[in-house]
């Protein structure tokens, strides 16, 4: 079965630092990856997916994100970050197109210091 | 154009008492799933339902049941509550099909309390 594994539970970030959010991921076929955001008692929002085309994938609000399969991994960064960016993230993962069961992550809560 | 609607927004319940949780899809998408996120937890899948069929199920109790209407809108019924049934339960609606990427469009939830 798939699974994603988000390391570190809290981050937190001064305004216009970069933002790293870690994801790795385990899947015994190619994986479908996503990044979503989630704001105080709001659903989660996408910002980003990786669908097997490029690996470096550009998102909504400054986001990207690279798929690394060496690695396992697809991590999250903001060049700068900004106050609005307080949130909490979940990487997610599926294996097949078209297949809208996803596997999340605990999360990454974001804190942003002025 | 409006979003993913899900009622009611916050409720309470006592152990033993069953629930029913509406969600309608956004215009024009015809798949609806159903997700529990525990507080401090990622969101975990319960039910994807696809013009009226259920599609795919979760590692939930039977306790849980859902159905989806003709207008595609669905209802996600909870028998026997449990104190552990205390979530924020979101909906999520796509187009469906062979449409690719798996895009889910989220609601803000529903936060059931179980006391």
């Known amino acids: 079965a798939q699974s994603v594994t988000q390391l570190g539970s809290h981050v937190s970030v001064s305004e216009g630092a970069l933002v790293l959010l870690r994801c790795n991921y385990s899947s015994s076929v190619p994986p479908y990856l996503f990044w979503y955001v989630q704001y105080p008692n709001q659903g989660l929002q996408l910002l980003l997916k990786y669908t097997s085309a490029a690996t470096l994938v550009k998102g909504i609000n400054g986001f990207e994100a690279e798929f690394k399969k060496s690695e396992t991994s697809f991590h999250l960064t903001k060049p700068s970050a900004h106050m609005s960016d307080a949130a909490e993230y979940f990487c997610a993962v599926s294996v097949k197109r078209a297949d809208y069961k996803l596997s999340f992550g605990a999360g990454t809560t974001v804190t942003v210091r002025a | 154009d409006a979003g993913v609607t899900q009622s009611p927004t916050h409720l309470i319940k006592t152990r033993g008492q069953h629930v029913t949780l509406r969600c309608s899809p956004i215009s024009g998408h015809k798949s609806v799933s159903w997700y529990q996120q525990v507080l401090g937890q990622g969101p975990q899948f319960i039910f994807q339902y696809y013009e009226k069929e259920e599609r795919g199920r979760g590692n939930f109790p039977d306790r849980f049941s859902a159905r989806q209407f003709p207008n595609y809108s669905s209802e996600l019924n909870v028998n026997a509550l449990l104190l552990g049934d205390s979530a924020l339960y979101l909906c999520?609606?796509?187009?469906?099909?062979?449409?690719?990427?798996?895009?889910?469009?989220f609601g803000a939830g529903s936060r059931l309390t179980v006391l």
């Open positions: 999520a609606s796509s187009l469906a099909g062979d449409s690719g990427a798996n895009v889910l469009t």
